[in-house]
Structure formats: structure tokens, C-alpha cells
């Protein structure tokens, strides 16, 4: 168990829907990490969020955002949903805002799936 | 863009054999790490590699970081079922971010 909570573990949804998936990380870490992961992309980073306040932006869409609350969780939010959003969407926390000496740790992802 | 490779992209073994996967980038990355990831779950975190050169070992995995710091080798000895995964490789961009392999799929047969 790494600690880090995704919920829900599964959403399906119709195109132009909108979706919010959550995170809690790991006590004591104050980075979250959105990662996107599809079969043909591989683990594309989206975003990080450091103690509240955006840190690192990656190949995050117009169409998504994100914002980390003062304790701590996270919330991606995916709007105006197409069928090439459907893909596993994964929360990852560390201790540091820089990578450098501090490891991720994942969560089980919250698979989204877009009909 | 900073992009890894890695290859294979599928392998099957027999339970026994030894192999070795590879992670190859044209960058150079502050350090590197090695995660497994199984179905339904998230990636679990393996080793860090940080120095040129470095080599670790992790019971039967051996990891091995490249002298310029662009490439690593994951070397699994007397290979188990249990060791079938996806395994990814990450690299460390100085601090911002880290950028992700696609990934070499294992599957270990008994």
C-alpha cells in the first residue's frame, strides 16, 4: 500500500461530460503528481501541485485542470470529455516540490472511460 | 522534449532464464529510476540510480545507470513468475518533473 488514495477506481461517462478525480497523498508529502497513462502514450505527466500552488506544468490539456486544497488532496478536474480522454489517470505524491533525491509514489489510478 | 526508449517492448521468458532490459534517452538526467507496475495498480518504485557508473542490486535485479547518465540496464537473474510486471523507467528532469519510458512488458512463465 503506497499510501496515496484515488477515488472513484473506475468512471464511465458519455462524450462532453465532465469529470473531477481525487487524491489524497501519502501523510506527510506535500507534492501531488497527475499522470496520464493510455496504451499507445505510455505515463504522459500532466501536472504537480507543491504545498497548495501549482509547481511543474506538463501535456496537460485546455480542457483539464487541477488544484491542490490546504490539506493536502488534489482534484483533476476533465471537462468537455472525447473518447481519446479514456485512459487511466494516475495521482502521485512526494515529499520535496523538486524531484531530486524524492521518489514517487503512486497511487492505483482512477480508470476513466468515455462511451 | 526529453524522451526515453526502452527496449524490449514484450518479453517472455521461461521461469529460470536471466534477462536484461534496456532505457536509452539522448538526454542526460539527474538520476534515474526503475519502477514495476502491475495490472490494477500503480507503479511501485524499484531502485534510484544517481552517479554515472553506479550499479545497484536488489536481490536477483541488478541496475546499472550509464557513465553519461543517459542510459540504464535492468538485469534480472533466475527470473519467477513473480516478477512479471511492466517495467518503466523515469527519468529525473533536474527537479521539474519526472519523464516516463513507455515501458518493457515481462512475462514470466512457470
Known amino acids: 500500500d503506497s499510501g496515496v488514495t484515488q477515488t472513484p477506481k473506475h468512471l464511465i461517462t458519455a462524450t462532453g461530460q465532465r469529470v473531477t478525480l481525487r487524491c489524497s497523498p501519502r501523510?506527510?508529502?506535500?507534492?501531488v503528481y497527475w499522470y496520464q497513462q493510455s496504451l499507445d502514450q505510455g505515463l504522459q505527466f500532466l501536472i504537480q501541485?507543491?504545498?497548495?500552488?501549482?509547481?511543474a506544468k506538463g501535456n496537460i490539456l485546455e480542457r483539464f485542470s487541477a488544484q491542490q486544497f490546504p490539506d493536502l488532496h488534489s482534484e483533476l478536474n476533465l471537462s468537455s470529455l472525447e473518447l481519446g480522454d479514456s485512459a487511466l489517470y494516475f495521482c502521485?505524491?512526494?515529499?520535496?516540490?523538486?524531484?531530486?533525491?524524492?521518489?514517487?509514489?503512486f497511487g492505483n489510478g482512477t480508470r476513466l472511460t468515455v462511451t | 522534449t526529453q524522451l526515453l526508449e526502452q527496449s524490449p517492448q514484450f518479453l517472455s521468458i521461461q521461469e529460470g532464464e536471466n534477462l536484461t532490459v534496456y532505457c536509452n534517452s539522448s538526454?542526460?538526467?539527474?538520476?534515474l529510476q526503475w519502477y514495476r507496475q502491475e495490472p490494477g495498480e500503480g507503479p511501485v518504485l524499484l531502485v534510484t540510480?544517481?552517479?554515472?557508473?553506479e550499479v545497484k542490486k536488489l536481490k536477483r535485479l541488478t541496475f546499472q545507470f550509464g557513465d553519461a547518465r543517459k542510459d540504464s540496464s535492468l538485469h534480472i537473474t533466475a527470473a519467477q513468475p513473480g516478477d512479471t510486471g511492466l517495467y518503466l523507467c523515469?527519468?529525473?528532469?533536474?527537479?521539474?518533473?519526472?519523464?516516463f519510458g513507455p515501458g518493457t512488458r515481462l512475462s514470466v512463465l512457470p
Open positions: 540510480v544517481v552517479t554515472g557508473g
Open positions: 502521485a505524491s512526494s515529499v520535496e516540490g523538486t524531484t531530486i533525491n524524492s521518489p514517487l509514489h
Open positions: 538526454s542526460v538526467f539527474s538520476s
Open positions: 501523510s506527510g508529502d506535500l507534492s
Open positions: 501541485y507543491y504545498n497548495g500552488e501549482e509547481r
Open positions: 523515469a527519468g529525473d528532469n533536474y527537479g521539474q518533473n519526472f519523464v
